[in-house]
């Protein structure tokens, strides 16, 4: 038996490059993947989205099908993100994290009225600290904005980090 997901999610990776400007970014973009089960889900976590610790490991973008993991996406452009950084000594806790992250996103550990507002996440690991950032829709209601980070926030002490983290919410336009 299979476990359908309410969404359809792609994986996308960019590979950092010198060569890399705003003008040329998704060149270096590219589509891995997709799944909407939770078995499948889990197959290609344990197989592709594997994060490392290295200066030259790209970002990992999971995002909901119809939605390009940029901020020029009209689904993006007016939204944000909540960023959580923090030191990049203990992978296995990141990994952990990542993880518990992700399902919680595709399970819908956000709730049914919250999980709409947010189109997808990014991972990555370098120059010593691992960034994990929740891309959010155009807050037509503040109160979803506040909700996510606050669910997150929560998600993230349960985990009982050893480490000092931040939480922070930006804007895409600034
Ligand atoms: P990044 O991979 O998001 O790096 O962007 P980092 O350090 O995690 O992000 P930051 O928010 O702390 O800067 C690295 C660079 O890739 C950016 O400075 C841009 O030049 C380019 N870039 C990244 N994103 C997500 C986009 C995007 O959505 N659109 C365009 N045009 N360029 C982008």
């Known amino acids: 038996m299979k476990n359908f997901l309410s969404d359809t999610w792609i994986i996308w990776y960019d590979k950092p490059n010198f060569e890399v400007k705003i003008e040329n970014w998704d060149q270096f973009l590219i589509e891995l993947n997709s799944f909407n ?25 999971i995002f909901k099908k119809g939605i390009q993991p940029k901020w020029e996406d009209p689904r993006n452009i007016n939204g944000g993100k909540w960023v959580l950084v923090l030191p990049s000594e203990n992978l ?7 993880e518990k992250t992700v399902s919680y996103l595709i399970g819908g550990g956000f709730g049914s009225k919250t999980t709409p507002q947010i189109n997808g996440i990014v991972g990555n690991i370098r120059f010593g600290q691992a960034k994990i950032t929740l891309w959010t829709k155009v807050p037509e209601d503040n109160t979803f904005q506040i909700l996510i980070g ?13 480490k000092i983290f931040s939480l922070n919410y930006f804007p895409h336009k600034n």
């Open 92 to 98: 296995r806790e990141i990994k952990k994290l990542w």
């Open 37 to 61: 089960t939770i078995e499948s889900f889990w197959n290609l976590l344990n197989n592709l989205l594997s994060l490392s610790n290295s200066e030259f490991q790209g970002s990992y973008h």
């Open 150 to 162: 606050e669910k997150w926030k929560n998600l993230l002490l349960r985990e009982n980090l050893n």
